[in-house]
DNA sequence: ATTAGGG
DNA sequence: CCCTAAT
């Protein structure tokens, strides 16, 4: 097997996130052009076509064209990347059927002097990314295996959010086998690709595919909110859901009926339990200078998993003869390889982990305090009660416990960076064989919550807190997290003003004794146990600005209108509905009428509520005086003269100030 | 798909 | 914030 280094060419070192974007209007204008539908097949018809020609390229010269090697250079306007990752297995079709295997293609400037392959550029670049996923549930052992295809157009119109770019991630993956564009693999891969997903049978394929397409999250003003990254890695992070549920709605036609739809998910969530997404926020990507992507599809990334509690692991060569503990402050720069190259001891720090998802039940009326208690034992039962570290070189799992590093390959060598750590729980709270029909993206999901359920239900697990540090020595990062980042941050952990006040309730819960950056843990029903997959969106307490531009929206438009009202004030802030705002514009009012005293929360200026009280009242009245014409109207057939109906459409209409 | 209103 | 009924 060949393992080939990851090629930079150039746009792999392009950071993603620094991309602007067009104009909303901009890309709402091209998107209505071509539907997510349509992009499903145009995105595989792009993969089929440029593997045909990929084929017929390597036909047609197989003396070795010149150009092939640097197609993005030379061709300059077919820019094709393929990446294949997967653990165990070498580069073969059956990939799709063993082990997990990861692939992303992205396409940059796929523009062909075909009509359909223009055509279908067009489709991609309009919907930046598309992911699918296949799967395929392995009866045995209910491993699931998945093929990730990522298309992205670029360079220009690359999502800025989609981590996915250029990258793709399954959380054991680093060291991963990874070939990229390399012409014969590529071609085979993309063959393998388009021969599974053939667009001949769009019903057979929607059922193994599912498709997303990942909608530009960054809005522009007002209430500009820089989504935060993080959250693509969250669990539906709400945002995500949300914007799957728009996807899901129009995807409608075209689903199979299997795919759970994101109303019937919500039917099923009663709002007795909430469900958190619990999930650790990605912090690796701003710590590996957003190189590593992000940890975005945590559904998909699960089945990796098969409930492992994979963790993050990150070693760093240190050299040190005297302990094997981390003294990573030191060894951050500290390459030193060469000198230690004479050392016969390889020190390792492990700079990070996480926990892919925890998922914890709670009550409502839980309060806060438990909630993190909970989520503490929660925490506590999973890796305390013991946990096996795995390791993997090149990203395949080496077993033999009694080989000698020497002969594991594993030295002070380049090679420590392919190597990788994961947690996995101990033999003992080994989820149980999960052997089930369910879509195999719930099955480690369930898994994950049985498991953590029953540790949750067997009181021996309280407050194990203090205990858990000292049975997990290795856990114990003892870097100086300020420090140890580096000079990356910023943009994606530093949302925007609001985007961190309205995250902030997503916001994992730090736990204290561990070493666990962050953690979120939501509570889930009881319906959601059994396998459904629901999610309550977050709360998202409206920030002054917010109440301030619906007040003023409704001040001009009205009530009763809040289509217009969301499209005026909120275009850009996709976490508000209309009925978000309607429902807000109801606390306001009846905020508004209540005294000081009984009001809670974040209290709202006394003058905007005098406001709404005003607008509303007004528009109250507004509206009596159409039911009024209109029932004139009806009586003797006679338009009435009152009727402001166009003026208020035109937002002509408003609130005189000083009114009533 | 929106709106209105109850929970 | 959710859900349902009615448009």
């Known amino acids: 097997m060949v393992f080939k280094k990851r090629l930079d060419y150039g746009f792999n070192a392009f950071n993603v996130h620094d991309v602007p974007r067009a104009p909303r209007s901009m890309r709402r204008r091209s998107q209505s052009k071509c539907t997510v539908e349509e992009s499903q097949f145009c995105a595989f018809e792009m993969l089929a076509s440029l593997a045909g020609k990929l084929l017929q390229e390597s036909e047609s010269s197989a003396s070795g064209n010149a150009s092939e090697g640097h197609e993005c250079d030379s061709i300059g306007k077919n820019c094709f990347k393929q990446e294949i990752q997967y653990e165990d297995k070498p580069l073969k079709p059956k990939c799709f059927e063993q082990g997990r295997c990861e692939a992303s293609v992205a396409a940059s400037e796929l523009t062909t002097e075909n009509g359909d392959d223009s055509k279908d550029f067009r489709c991609a670049k309009n919907n930046a990314i598309l992911e699918c996923t296949l799967t395929k549930t392995d009866p045995a052992c209910s491993e699931e295996i998945n093929g990730d295809l990522k298309y992205g157009s670029f360079p220009g119109n690359v999502d800025g959010h989609s981590p996915y770019f250029g990258e793709s991630y399954n959380g054991k993956t680093e060291n991963a086998f990874k070939q990229e564009r390399d012409p014969t693999g590529l071609e085979t891969q993309a063959l393998n690709i388009a021969n599974k997903g053939p667009p001949k049978d769009p019903v057979n394929f929607d059922r193994v595919v599912k498709l997303l397409s990942r909608r530009d999250p960054v809005p522009s003003v007002p209430f500009t909110r820089r989504r935060n990254d993080i959250k693509l890695g969250s669990r539906d992070d709400e945002e995500n859901f949300s914007r799957l549920k728009r996807l899901s709605k129009r995807f409608k036609a075209s689903r199979p009926p299997t795919h759970i739809g994101d109303r019937r998910i919500r039917k099923l969530l009663t709002s007795k339990y909430w469900k958190v997404a619990a999930k650790l926020k990605d912090f690796e990507h701003s710590r590996f200078g957003g190189k590593r992507p992000l940890y975005c599809k945590r559904k998909t990334y699960y089945n990796y998993h098969r409930c492992q509690y994979d963790m993050l692991y990150k070693q760093r060569k240190i050299f040190d003869r005297k302990s094997v503990t981390s003294s990573p402050e030191k060894d951050m720069n500290g390459d030193k390889c060469s000198t230690a190259a004479m050392s016969d001891r390889v020190k390792f720090s492990i700079k990070s982990f996480r926990i892919p998802e925890l998922y914890i039940e709670v009550p409502e009326t839980a309060t806060v305090g438990s909630l993190k208690r909970t989520v503490m034992e929660a925490v506590t039962a999973l890796i305390g009660g013991g946990i096996r570290v795995g390791l993997l070189l090149q990203g395949k799992k080496v077993r033999d416990d009694s080989r000698a590093l020497s002969q594991a390959g594993i030295s002070c060598d380049d090679n420590l960076d392919a190597l990788g ?56 990062n003892s870097e100086n997290p300020a420090t140890d980042h580096e000079p990356v941050s910023s943009k994606i952990d530093m949302p925007t003003d609001q985007s961190l006040l309205e995250s902030r309730a997503l916001v994992p819960v730090p736990v204290p004794a561990t070493n666990v950056e962050a953690l979120t843990a939501v509570a889930v029903n009881q319906k959601f146990q059994k396998s459904e997959l629901a999610q309550r969106r977050i709360w998202r307490p409206f920030s002054i600005s917010e109440v301030e531009a619906l007040v003023q929206a409704v001040e001009e438009i009205g009530t009763g209108r809040w289509r217009d009202i969301k499209l005026r004030a909120f275009e850009s802030a996709d976490h508000r509905t209309y009925v978000n705002l309607k429902d807000k514009w109801k606390t306001l009012v009846h905020t508004a ?20 009280l005003v607008a509303h009242a007004y528009w109250a009245q507004h509206q009596a005086k159409k039911q009024q014409s209109k029932l004139h109207h009806h009586r003797h057939g006679t338009p009435s003269i009152t009727d402001t109906t166009e003026a208020d459409r035109k937002g002509v209409a408003r609130v005189p100030i000083g009114t009533m």
Request: aromatic share 4%; proline share 16%.
């Open 421 to 476: 750590f994961t947690l996995e729980p101990g033999p003992a709270k080994a989820p149980p064989t999960m052997c089930s029909e369910e879509p195999p993206l719930l099955l480690s999901y369930d898994a994950a919550l049985q498991n953590l359920t029953s540790s949750l239900a067997a009181p021996a697990v309280n407050t194990g807190i203090p205990n858990c540090t000292p049975n997990l020595p290795f856990l114990t």
């Open 593 to 612: 009428k209540i005294s000081l005293q009984q009001r809670r929360g974040d209290p709202v200026p006394q003058e905007l509520l005098d406001r709404v």
